[in-house]
């Protein structure tokens, strides 16, 4: 696997939460950089060694537009309404 996709939400306590499309790993975080840390450790934790994506996305979606707007953001489309963070994992991260 080359490539993890996250999809991050504000979590409706406060905070962010992010869940892997495709895989079962979730976290959540206060803030976004912690979040950015908290999925790195997710990722660290459940793949074995040089399994690892060497990349993972997080997609921001967010939860102020209509019905339909967040159902299409949601699945990606149009991405005017999400924005896309990537981090780049050294292979020693």
């Not at 976290?27 to 660290?44: F, P, Y």
């Not at 979606?61 to 309404?81: E, G, I, T």
Request: glycine share 6%; charged share 25%; with cysteine.
């Amino acid at each position: 696997m080359n490539e993890l996709i996250f999809l991050v939400e504000e979590a409706p306590e406060g905070g962010y939460a992010a869940r892997a499309l495709g895989q079962s790993i979730f976290t959540e975080a206060e803030t976004l950089e912690e979040l950015r840390s908290n999925v790195r450790e997710a990722v660290r934790c459940h793949f074995e060694d040089g399994q690892a994506p060497k990349v993972i996305r997080l997609q921001l979606c967010a939860r102020k537009y209509s019905p339909v707007r967040q159902s299409a953001c949601c699945n990606f489309f149009p991405l005017a309404l999400c924005g896309f963070q990537e981090i780049c994992l050294a292979p020693n991260w």
